[in-house]
């Protein structure tokens, strides 16, 4: 099956600094990727996704890039706030429509100190 | 517009007992996933529904087991509970590819 991993486990940024979040994949048939964030305590939320046919998709401060030949994906925070500070998941996942299983990475605890 | 909503939010239980987790979807949504996330971890995705039928299933054994109603809510059960079935068991509904979560059911077994 799929397998996500996800790098660093662990980040802090200065206030306003950006912070990159990378992930690889092992099959080649995923062709959907969302990343979600997640408070303490909270459920986790889409913030941003991307389709195996485009390589980068950008929304305000976020962005992700994709690259199918080295199975790899990042996301990109830009002008980080307090409010970014979380944990954020990667997912990767193949098929068509809502017929998805997302595999997750293990997540990234993102510190952004003020 | 609610969102996908889950029942009860928190569950104590024993080892060897039988639990019953409950999920609204979004309007609209007809498709169920249930993922287990493991404290400091990654959702593990467990299986969903769609049609009340299951339609994939994830690496989990048959003491979990689940169910889709005629109005697309579903019920997710763990039979002869484990201490390792301790975790945040959270459901996301779909139409299409995005899935969008539930708060969560925290499940503590003693």
């Known amino acids: 099956g799929e397998n996500v991993e996800q790098h660093p486990s662990t980040l802090s940024v200065q206030e306003g600094d950006s912070a990159v979040i990378k992930c690889t994949y092992s099959d080649s048939a995923s062709n959907y990727f969302p990343w979600y964030k997640q408070e303490l305590g909270k459920r986790p939320q889409l913030i941003i996704d991307?389709?195996?046919?485009?390589g980068e998709k950008k929304d305000q401060r976020i962005a992700v890039t994709l690259n199918k030949t080295a199975k790899h994906f990042s996301l990109h925070i830009t002008e980080t706030q307090p409010e970014d500070s979380a944990v954020y998941f990667c997912a990767a996942s193949m098929g068509g429509g809502s017929a998805r299983q997302l595999t997750f990475g293990s997540g990234t605890q993102l510190t952004v100190l003020p | 517009d609610a969102g996908v909503t889950q029942s009860p939010t928190h569950l104590i239980k024993t080892r060897g007992q039988q639990v019953t987790l409950r999920c609204s979807p979004k309007?609209?949504?007809?498709?169920v996933s249930w993922y287990q996330q493991a404290l400091g971890q990654g959702p593990q995705f467990i299986f969903q529904y769609y049609e009340e039928e299951e339609r994939q299933r994830g690496n989990f054994p048959d003491r979990f087991s689940g169910h889709q109603f005629p109005n697309y809510s579903s019920e997710l059960n763990v039979n002869a509970l484990l201490l390792g079935d301790s975790a945040l068991y959270l459901c996301a509904s779909s139409l299409q590819e995005t899935q969008y979560f539930g708060p969560g059911t925290r499940l503590l077994v003693l």
């Open positions: 991307i389709r195996s046919n485009v």
């Open positions: 309007s609209g949504h007809d498709t």
